[in-house]
Nanobody, 125 residues
Framework: QVQLVDSGGGLVQAGGSLRLSCAAS????????MGWFRQAPGKEREFVAA????????YYADSVKGRFTISRDNAKNTVYLQMNNLKPEDTAVYYC??????????????????WGQGTQVTVSS
């Protein structure tokens, strides 16, 4: 079992930046691939980014590639999502997730075993 706590969301103007954090407790953090997903009002939850156990492999949705960066610090049991050049269409609740799968980090919801509670990101135009 692992518990995930998301934080770092907020209100930012278009073009601004935010860094989301996800702190994990429970089983060994380095055993999990980690991912970020988001869900906008009226839309389905969608993949944003994922990172492998050791952090060497990352994947991004096309919509955030070049603007968002996922990273992890296994010593701190934390995964991050640095979001730059934010756009109004990035507005959503962002969720971190942990997967026992691997070594290739998964990109679909069903492959993730544990979820954070979500953190709201609002980008104003």
């Amino acid at each position: 079992q692992v518990q995930l706590v998301d934080s770092g969301g907020g209100l930012v103007q278009a073009g601004g930046s935010l860094r989301l954090s996800c702190a994990a407790s429970g089983r060994t953090f380095r055993s999990y691939c980690m991912g970020w997903f988001r869900q906008a009002p009226g839309k389905e939850r969608e993949f944003v980014a994922a990172i492998s156990w050791g952090g060497l492999t990352t994947y991004y949705a096309d919509s955030v590639k070049g603007r968002f960066t996922i990273s992890r610090d296994n010593a701190k049991n934390t995964v991050y999502l640095q979001m730059n050049n934010l756009k109004p269409e990035d507005t959503a609740v962002y969720y971190c997730a942990a997967s026992l799968g691997g070594p290739v980090p998964p990109r679909t919801i069903v492959e993730y075993d544990y979820w954070g509670q979500g953190t709201q990101v609002t980008v104003s135009s």
